[in-house]
């Protein structure tokens, strides 16, 4: 069975700090993650994927996050955080019949 | 091109009411899910279609949960009997043939308030 941790509830930065969003994932073979962004009263979009291609990932709006199998991490960055970026985020594990969310990590960014 | 819709996107009912949560998935996407997303808390699986045929259901948490998807296109959440545990974000999302890492597309959700 598939699970996803996400170790933080809150994170909170100032703007143009660099910002850390933990998550781990169990998994009995190689999934697939994802991280989605989700803004107050907005739907869920799809900031990256990981396929098994290249184990650093490349998001919209500068964010990018790395795989790291040995420890099975899926930790989410950006370098610069921007007030638009206070949301709710959320890891994600993909099954062909199903995701599996985290809890969630609420960011807060800060002037 | 439009994405998923939902409708309405907002629901108040009183308990034991019967409510419909609509969802239009984008054209041609074959698959389509449904998750609920209590409040504080990141959404959970209900259903899975894959054009009409439910091939999921083991995440509606009772016999008072019901999908359809009938022409395999435009599907309906109903909800029997209505609880205030029930109140939550309903999410749908619809995914192509052959998506790249399973990538689902979200609707904006039906907010619903059970009184």
């Known amino acids: 069975a598939q699970s996803v941790t996400q170790l933080d509830s809150h994170v909170s930065v100032s703007e143009g700090t660099p910002v850390l969003l933990r998550c781990n994932y169990s998994?009995?073979?190689?999934?697939?993650l994802f991280w989605y962004v989700q803004h107050p009263n907005k739907g869920l979009q799809l900031l990256l994927k990981?396929?098994?291609?290249?184990?650093l990932v490349k998001g919209i709006n500068g964010f990018e996050a790395e795989f790291k199998k040995s420890e099975t991490s899926f930790h989410l960055t950006k370098p610069s955080a921007h007030m638009s970026d206070a949301a709710e985020y959320f890891c994600?594990?993909?099954?062909?019949?199903?995701?599996?969310f985290g809890a969630g990590t609420r960011l807060a960014v800060h002037p | 091109g439009a994405g998923v819709s939902q409708s309405p996107r907002y629901k108040v009912a009183k308990r034991g009411q019967d409510v419909a949560l609509r969802c239009d998935p984008i054209?041609?996407?074959?698959?389509l899910f449904w998750y609920q997303q209590a409040l504080g808390q990141g959404p959970e699986f209900l259903t899975y279609?894959?054009?009409?045929?439910?091939?999921?259901k083991s995440g509606l948490p009772s016999d008072r949960f019901f999908a359809e998807r009938p022409e395999g296109s435009v599907s309906t959440l109903k909800i029997q009997r209505t609880q205030q545990e029930d109140s939550a974000v309903y999410l749908c999302?619809?995914?192509?043939?052959?998506?790249?890492?399973?990538?689902?597309?979200f609707g904006p959700g039906t907010r619903l308030t059970v009184l």
């Open positions: 999302a619809t995914r192509p043939r052959g998506a790249d890492g399973n990538e689902q597309f």
């Open positions: 998994s009995s073979y190689s999934p697939s």
């Open positions: 990981y396929t098994s291609a290249a184990t």
């Open positions: 994600v594990a993909g099954g062909y019949n199903k995701l599996i």
């Open positions: 054209s041609g996407h074959v698959s």
């Open positions: 279609f894959q054009n009409e045929a439910q091939l999921d």
